[in-house]
C-alpha cells in the first residue's frame, strides 16, 4: 500500500502559476507509475498527467499540454504538477493516483492508490 498527500492547491489569477504536490509514504515509490487527475463540479474525473517509474516518460492531457509539467523526485517520495498559464476551465480538484506497474495509464480504472485531493480555482 501507498498513502498519498495532495498539497498546494488555492486560488489563483488566470495566467498565473501553482505548483502541486503529492506526498508519498512507503518504501516503494519509485516502483510506481503516478498520475494526475481532476473533476470540476457537474462533470466527471479527467485525466490530466502521467509519469513513469524513472521519470523518463510523460503523458498529458490535450488540454493541459504545454501549460502543465508533470514530476517527481524519487529520493523525496514525491511527485509534482507544475501548472502554468492557468485558465477557469482548470478549476477543479485534483488528485494523485499510483499505480505499481511499469507503465504509464491514462485511465482511472488503472489506478488503485489515490489522495484526498487539493481544490485549485482560477479566477478570471
Known amino acids: 500500500q501507498v498513502q498519498l498527500v495532495e498539497s498546494g492547491g488555492g486560488l489563483v489569477q488566470a495566467g498565473g502559476s501553482l505548483r502541486l504536490s503529492c506526498a508519498a509514504s512507503?518504501?516503494?515509490?519509485?516502483?510506481?507509475?503516478m498520475g494526475w487527475f481532476r473533476q470540476a463540479p457537474g462533470k466527471e474525473r479527467e485525466f490530466v498527467a502521467a509519469?513513469?517509474?524513472?521519470?523518463?516518460?510523460?503523458s498529458y492531457a490535450d488540454s493541459v499540454k504545454g501549460r502543465f509539467t508533470i514530476s517527481r523526485d524519487n529520493a523525496k517520495t514525491t511527485a509534482y504538477l507544475h501548472m502554468n498559464s492557468l485558465k477557469p476551465e482548470d478549476t477543479a480538484v485534483y488528485c494523485c493516483?499510483?499505480?505499481?506497474?511499469?507503465?504509464?495509464?491514462?485511465?482511472?480504472?488503472?489506478?488503485?492508490?489515490w489522495g484526498q485531493g487539493t481544490q485549485v480555482t482560477v479566477s478570471s
Open positions: 509519469i513513469n517509474w524513472r521519470g523518463e516518460s510523460t
Open positions: 493516483a499510483a499505480r505499481k506497474s511499469f507503465l504509464i495509464s491514462d485511465y482511472t480504472s488503472d489506478y488503485p492508490y
Open positions: 512507503g518504501r516503494t515509490f519509485s516502483s510506481y507509475a
